[in-house]
């Protein structure tokens, strides 16, 4: 009954010398002991175990049913009661010697850490004496240990980052008093001591005190860009800083959050020193100003947000200059610049500008637009996308390319005077090219190749040798010795000979060209004509006005004048578009002097009604007309001009001119002769 009144199983009551037991109505020692979150393990003097804990069990891995109670502690063979200093801890309690009553131990095997604590106690016995013995409990504190190093761990990396970090820390209250700065802060401001700026509050330094108060009144997180005048800041507060100047800061801010406080009352920026960027990015502005403002048009960077917002960014100041928009405000810009697009090319233009926000490629777009003067003019915008976060930047340019356009027009006209002119030739237009490495070949071979000829101008690389296999064979081996002899010598081409059309027609042609030497190579641009009708008929051909003009209008050195001109006034004018110098020598003017003048005005002594009427007709009926023996001035030193005359695809009217005055002189002389003949 004592062993289990000790326990706490049962309780005794005392009468007289009889003592009285009854059934424990509290928590039997046991099994609180059990339930107890530390590792207990109580040993007698002896050191054999007299009782552990189901925790004590579970935390060294005890087998359920291995038997400990009542064997020595060497049995145990745990790893920690090895240590030697526990050993003399537990030797100098049972000694009753000052001991220690907490001890950090680290289990090897498991890398473990037990704060364990030892405590002298009394066992009792069946004797009612007690002994000395010794409770010894372990408290696993490894996860506590290793969270409280991080935490020192954390707190020294917080520490070494807030002084090795290249961007300035301040922490300071709400009314701008400075609590700390780290060491880039000191040297940002050109300071050497903390104590240089304990006493001078943020706003001093800072010129823009509203912003800081406007985030301090948020208390949020933001990012801005502030300045600093060192040379007031120097002024005002003798701070003794190195600076001078002004200064561009980039601010990050955030308020230091008090879980205990609603509203935070300290607050820390981070900031670094963008003075020399800012410096740059002037420097890149004004440069990129030089370069812009030299450019036909305007710089613009246009954007296009996932939500579906567009806009422009930026446009060039000299928006007003060129297409009379002012960039200011930028917010309507780009709809001002649309409602200036011609109607015809509106849609186009609203299209172009879907399409590439949809695929977000490069932009490329031409057409008119409508100057708020009236004046049109032709844009072209080009630009190239770059991907953000949530958005596309096009950054371009506006060019004016009107005179382009005017160009490409006047080109487009010249096109069709060569095309009109070369279609009325008997022959064909080519363009031959020797290269300095010794490639040769063809650029360009007149269209109408395969109908005059019978070889199709297609593929080019191969035409030359096609059109020199129909050759005739006694005429091979000159044709070859005279392509060879004017590349060697980069000299005109002049070749005639039998071409095989085909088995029952054979034709002659003549070849001739000018050679055009360039750095890399040298270009040959001629004709090829038909020639058969002048061998079979040499003298019909010649004396025929319109064979000579056809036949002699084109060649390099021709004496035959070329007149173009454009009517004007339904067919009642005509304007001097071109003419050659055969043409200015008959009209006995200087080329820059005839062009651009009317034709009736210029020349009132052209016969009025037969030429206006034979023009009309011309115009009209599209069908070539050759003009009488006539002169322009009726002085003596003009000569008589007979014309050949034919409507170009442009709808200009072209004159092929030859002088024949001396026929008209024989004429004259011949008609005399008949008159003085007597009359039988």
């Given at each position: 009954?004592?062993?289990?009144?000790?326990?706490?199983?049962?309780?005794?009551?005392?009468?007289?010398?009889?003592?009285?037991?009854?059934?424990?109505?509290?928590?039997?020692?046991?099994?609180?002991?059990?339930?107890?979150?530390?590792?207990?393990?109580?040993?007698?003097?002896?050191?054999?175990?007299?009782?552990?804990?189901?925790?004590?069990?579970?935390?060294?891995?005890?087998?359920?049913?291995q038997q400990i109670t009542g064997f020595s502690l060497e049995k145990l063979d745990l790893s920690l009661f090895r240590d030697p200093s526990v050993?003399?801890?537990?030797?100098?309690?049972?000694?009753?010697?000052?001991?220690?009553?907490?001890?950090?131990?680290?289990?090897?095997?498991?890398?473990?850490?037990?704060?364990?604590?030892?405590?002298?106690?009394?066992?009792?016995?069946?004797?009612?004496?007690?002994?000395?013995?010794?409770?010894?409990?372990?408290r696993d504190i490894t996860?506590?240990?290793?969270?409280?190093?991080?935490?020192?761990?954390?707190?020294?990396?917080?520490?070494?980052?807030?002084?090795?970090?290249?961007?300035?820390?301040?922490?300071f209250q709400e009314d701008g008093t400075i609590l700390n700065a780290n060491r880039a802060s000191l040297e940002i401001l050109g300071l050497t001591r903390f104590t240089d700026i304990a006493h001078i509050n943020l706003f001093d330094i800072m010129c823009s005190r509203e912003p800081i108060e406007r985030l301090i009144k948020e208390g949020k997180n933001a990012e801005i860009t502030l300045t600093c005048n060192f040379d007031r800041v120097k002024r005002t507060t003798l701070v003794p800083t190195s600076k001078s100047g002004v200064a561009y800061f980039q601010v990050?801010?955030?308020?230091?959050?008090?879980?205990?406080?609603?509203?935070?009352?300290?607050?820390?920026?981070?900031?670094?020193?963008?003075?020399?960027?800012?410096?740059?990015?002037?420097?890149?502005?004004?440069?990129?100003?030089?370069?812009?403002?030299?450019?036909?048009?305007?710089?613009?960077?246009?954007?296009?947000?996932?939500?579906?917002?567009?806009?422009?960014?930026?446009?060039?100041e000299r928006s007003d200059k060129i297409y009379g928009l002012s960039p200011e405000p930028l917010y309507n810009w780009f709809d001002r610049f649309t409602a200036c697009i011609a109607e015809e090319d509106k849609e186009r233009w609203t299209a172009s500008i879907q399409d590439v926000i949809l695929r977000i490629v490069p932009w490329d777009f031409?057409?008119?637009?409508?100057?708020?003067?009236?004046?049109?003019?032709?844009?072209?915008?080009?630009?190239?996308?770059?991907?953000?976060?949530?958005?596309?930047?096009?950054?371009?340019?506006?060019?004016?390319?009107?005179?382009?356009?005017?160009?490409?027009?006047?080109?487009?006209?010249?096109?069709?005077?060569?095309?009109?002119?070369?279609?009325?030739?008997?022959?064909?237009v080519y363009q031959?090219?020797?290269?300095?490495?010794?490639?040769?070949?063809?650029?360009?071979?007149?269209?109408?190749?395969?109908?005059?000829?019978?070889?199709?101008?297609?593929?080019?690389?191969?035409?030359?040798?096609?059109?020199?296999?129909?050759?005739?064979?006694?005429?091979?081996?000159?044709?070859?010795?005279?392509?060879?002899?004017?590349?060697?010598?980069?000299?005109?081409?002049?070749?005639e000979g039998q071409y095989i059309f085909s088995q029952n027609e054979e034709r002659y042609i003549r070849v001739i060209s000018q050679p055009i030497i360039l750095p890399e190579e040298t270009i040959w641009n001629g004709l090829i004509l038909d020639i058969t009708e002048y061998w079979k008929a040499e003298e019909a051909l010649r004396k025929s006005l319109f064979n000579e003009i056809r036949y002699h209008s084109f060649f390099e050195n021709t004496c035959n004048g070329v007149l173009i001109y454009e009517p004007i006034n339904d067919g009642n004018e005509y304007i001097l578009k071109d003419v050659n110098k055969a043409t200015a020598n008959l009209l006995r003017m200087n080329k820059e002097d005839?062009?651009?003048?009317?034709?009736?005005?210029?020349?009132?002594?052209?016969?009025?009604?037969?030429?206006?009427?034979?023009?009309?007709?011309?115009?009209?009926?599209?069908?070539?007309?050759?003009?009488?023996?006539?002169?322009?001035?009726?002085?003596?030193?003009?000569?008589?001009?007979?014309?050949?005359?034919?409507?170009?695809?442009s709808g200009e009217i072209a004159s092929f001119m030859v002088d024949v005055s001396d026929e008209v002189q024989k004429e004259h002389e011949m008609i005399g002769q008949f008159c003085e003949l007597p009359l039988d």
């Open positions: 009954m004592e062993v289990l009144l000790t326990q706490g199983h049962v309780i005794m009551k005392p009468y007289g010398k009889a003592k009285l037991y009854s059934s424990s109505q509290k928590i039997p020692f046991d099994d609180l002991f059990d339930y107890l979150p530390d590792a207990i393990l109580i040993l007698d003097e002896d050191l054999r175990i007299l009782m552990v804990n189901k925790s004590f069990i579970k935390t060294f891995d005890i087998g359920k049913h050993r003399d801890n537990i030797d100098r309690i049972l000694l009753s010697k000052t001991y220690v009553n907490e001890m950090l131990l680290i289990e090897p095997v498991k890398n473990r850490i037990f704060l364990t604590e030892f405590i002298q106690t009394t066992v009792p016995s069946l004797s009612f004496t007690g002994k000395t013995g010794i409770m010894i409990s372990f996860t506590w240990k290793k969270t409280e190093d991080e935490l020192k761990s954390s707190e020294r990396k917080i520490r070494t980052l807030f002084e090795e970090v290249p961007s300035g820390i301040f922490m990050v801010f955030a308020p230091i959050i008090d879980r205990r406080a609603n509203n935070p009352r300290e607050f820390f920026i981070l900031f670094l020193d963008i003075t020399q960027q800012k410096r740059a990015e002037k420097e890149l502005k004004e440069r990129f100003r030089g370069i812009t403002s030299n450019l036909p048009g305007i710089a613009y960077q246009f954007f296009a947000r996932d939500s579906g917002e567009w806009g422009v960014y930026y446009v060039d031409e057409g008119i637009f409508i100057h708020p003067d009236g004046k049109r003019m032709y844009i072209r915008g080009v630009s190239q996308p770059i991907r953000l976060k949530n958005e596309t930047i096009w950054n371009g340019l506006f060019l004016d390319i009107t005179d382009r356009k005017k160009a490409e027009e006047e080109l487009r006209i010249s096109e069709q005077r060569f095309f009109g002119i070369a279609r009325n030739l008997p022959g064909i031959f090219y020797v290269r300095n490495t010794g490639e040769s070949g063809m650029y360009f071979v007149d269209e109408r190749s395969e109908e005059l000829y019978g070889i199709s101008p297609n593929p080019l690389d191969s035409w030359i040798n096609r059109f020199g296999s129909h050759i005739a064979p006694s005429d091979q081996k000159r044709w070859t010795d005279s392509i060879e002899y004017v590349i060697r010598r980069n000299a005109p081409w002049e070749f005839l062009i651009g003048k009317k034709l009736f005005e210029e020349f009132p002594d052209l016969p009025n009604p037969e030429i206006r009427d034979l023009l009309r007709r011309v115009l009209m009926s599209e069908k070539p007309e050759f003009v009488a023996p006539l002169k322009y001035r009726k002085r003596d030193d003009f000569p008589w001009i007979s014309h050949y005359v034919f409507k170009l695809p």
